[in-house]
């Protein structure tokens, strides 16, 4: 084993430990880690920079502003209220109806902003009807994650693998391809929530400040999702004072699972934690479209300043970029346009333009919608897995995986790597995940001579099949803290989930693309 195998060895392993402490954002992390290889030589300040004009990269960040613009024109509010039954109904009539339609959905949009507006529309809906939201708000969460395994754009995990498969001289994923294996695994997991989640599922969970809300004056109870760029992440609420910075009184912190009412000046805050407010009514006006707060809720549906017409246009907009992106891959396009390159980041690009001249969403604070540690985190992921592959550490890597498998053959690797893949988003970022996975499936199947794309859509799978906690996605710390849930809710649920997507995946995926 060389040096340079050891020393970057060494360094994911620090890496993946201070995303675990989670004591830094993880771009930073892993924008350090770049560097830092850059300064021992195994970068060069070329090939640390590439990830940040990678076309995947650009995509995702332009897909945050469609998303935005989607959000704010209220069309998906309005379709999930029609889905919605109104009286006289079950938990499992309610979720045939809302879980198919929002996996359909996430296919097409970031899967943040879709929980964002649909969780407190369906737990308002739920309390309303005398159903438990905890019946709904987990399966929320886990059909936007199912729901964005069928297409290219549906999760920014897909995109990251594109990228990294063109740049390692691979023909990159078609808008749908995915979506062979993705609908398998969406059906199948949809099937499991309609006929066990209300089993495994907690009933309502007493909100303690639900009785107090009509007797605080001119205050009202307010909940909010802390985002990462709120100022007091892991600040004790003793040490940031909420009240001076925001006009509002904490009266509970729902954090990891556990629910806080006392002593809160010594709960430390982090990402994702739900704090119940005490607020008058100019809070939501004045918060409601700052980026410090993943989600805001009142137990009011907000207005939304949007013509039928704009509305239109948005859902127009959205088709638009979808069906070209799929038609532009079409070899008759290729042929009738050989100077443009009619793939989904030209598609996003045109749509995104659009969407800021037509004021769909507000072009002069654009850049607040657009999540920038993601972004860095995916351009330095980009990066770190050059690395992996410069040092011979993917190699190596790769060489004892198949000596410890005993020839057992490429299905049997394919797992290992779904295996090793979904671990490590399980306990760190999705996009992280994938990066440290894909030099290593992509030298496994170079030294079995085999066809790689099984190992690049199975680290599609694997890195966004995050059910089994709570802190391996977005939107399920999103969800945690509004429906009370603890942690072992989630294992509850979600790993047997997990089994199911492996096991649907490490049997399909030879069958769809052979090696």
């Given at each position: 084993m060389s040096f340079e195998i050891i020393f970057v060895l060494l360094a994911l392993i620090g890496m993946?430990?201070?995303?675990?402490?989670?004591?830094?954002?993880?771009?930073?992390?892993?924008?350090?880690?770049?560097?830092?290889?850059?300064?021992?030589?195994?970068?060069?300040?070329?090939?640390?920079?590439?990830?940040?004009?990678?076309?995947?990269?650009?995509?995702?960040?332009?897909?945050?502003?469609?998303?935005?613009?989607?959000?704010?024109?209220?069309?998906?509010?309005?379709?999930?209220?029609?889905?919605?039954?109104?009286?006289?109904?079950?938990?499992?009539?309610?979720?045939?109806?809302?879980?198919?339609?929002?996996?359909?959905?996430?296919?097409?949009?970031?899967?943040?902003?879709?929980?964002?507006?649909?969780?407190?529309?369906?737990?308002?809906?739920?309390?309303?009807?005398?159903?438990?939201?905890?019946?709904?708000?987990?399966?929320?969460s886990y059909v936007t994650i199912l729901g964005g395994l069928c297409t290219l754009i549906g999760t920014s995990t897909n995109l990251v693998v594109d990228?990294?498969?063109?740049?390692?001289?691979?023909?990159?994923?078609?808008?749908?391809?995915?979506?062979?294996?993705?609908?398998?695994?969406?059906?199948?997991?949809?099937?499991?929530?309609?006929?066990?989640?209300?089993?495994?599922?907690?009933?309502?969970?007493?909100?303690?400040?639900?009785?107090?809300?009509?007797?605080?004056?001119?205050?009202?109870?307010?909940?909010?999702?802390?985002?990462?760029?709120?100022?007091?992440?892991?600040?004790?609420?003793?040490?940031?004072n909420f009240t001076r910075h925001y006009g509002a009184i904490v009266k509970e912190v729902r954090s990891g699972g556990e629910c806080?009412?006392?002593?809160?000046?010594?709960?430390?805050?982090?990402?994702?934690?739900?704090?119940?407010?005490?607020?008058?009514?100019?809070?939501?006006?004045?918060?409601?479209?700052?980026?410090?707060?993943?989600?805001?809720?009142?137990?009011?549906?907000?207005?939304?300043?949007?013509?039928?017409?704009?509305?239109?246009?948005?859902?127009?907009?959205?088709?638009?970029?979808?069906a070209g992106a799929t038609v532009g891959e079409l070899p008759v396009m290729k042929d009738l346009f050989p100077h443009l390159h009619l793939d989904m980041f030209f598609f996003v690009c045109i749509t995104t333009i659009i969407m800021a001249w037509a004021n769909i969403f507000p072009p002069k604070k654009y850049t607040k919608y657009i999540s920038w540690d993601i972004l860095i985190t995916i351009a330095c992921a980009f990066a770190i897995s050059k690395a992996m592959e410069n040092s011979g550490l993917a190699a190596w890597l790769a060489r004892n995986i198949i000596g410890l498998s005993h020839n057992m053959g490429p299905c049997a690797l394919l797992a290992i790597v779904y295996m090793m893949t979904n671990v490590i988003t399980e306990l760190i970022t999705n996009n992280a995940a994938a990066a440290l996975s894909f030099p290593i499936g992509l030298s496994v199947a170079t030294q079995l001579g085999v066809n790689p794309t099984p190992f690049f859509v199975v680290i599609c799978i694997a890195a966004s099949a995050s059910f089994s906690t709570p802190i391996g996605y977005q939107t399920n710390m999103i969800v945690q803290g509004i429906g009370g849930y603890k942690f072992t809710d989630f294992v509850k649920v979600g790993l047997p989930l997990n089994i199911i997507t492996f096991l649907v995946s490490v049997f399909l995926i030879p069958m769809i693309w052979s090696f």
């Open positions: 993946i430990a201070m995303l675990i402490w989670d004591r830094m954002r993880p771009g930073m992390v892993l924008l350090s880690v770049a560097v830092l290889f850059m300064c021992a030589g195994i970068l060069t300040p070329k090939e640390m920079l590439e990830g940040f004009s990678n076309k995947g990269m650009i995509t995702v960040g332009l897909l945050f502003l469609v998303s935005e613009g989607i959000r704010q024109s209220g069309a998906l509010g309005q379709m999930v209220k029609k889905l919605l039954p109104s009286q006289n109904t079950t938990v499992f009539k309610a979720q045939l109806r809302l879980l198919p339609s929002i996996a359909f959905m996430s296919a097409f949009l970031n899967n943040t902003p879709v929980v964002v507006i649909f969780a407190p529309i369906v737990k308002r809906w739920a309390e309303s009807v005398k159903l438990p939201a905890t019946k709904f708000l987990i399966p929320l990228g990294m498969v063109q740049e390692a001289g691979y023909h990159g994923f078609s808008m749908f391809e995915l979506g062979k294996i993705g609908i398998f695994i969406v059906l199948v997991g949809i099937l499991y929530l309609l006929l066990f989640s209300k089993k495994l599922l907690p009933d309502s969970r007493r909100d303690i400040y639900a009785d107090d809300e009509n007797n605080t004056g001119n205050l009202r109870k307010i909940e909010v999702v802390l985002g990462p760029r709120f100022p007091g992440i892991n600040k004790s609420l003793g040490e940031f806080y009412t006392h002593d809160l000046e010594k709960v430390v805050l982090h990402e994702g934690d739900t704090l119940i407010l005490w607020a008058d009514d100019t809070f939501v006006p004045t918060w409601g479209e700052s980026s410090v707060f993943l989600l805001l809720a009142n137990g009011k549906d907000r207005e939304v300043p949007f013509s039928n017409k704009k509305r239109w246009l948005t859902l127009g907009l959205l088709i638009f970029m979808i």
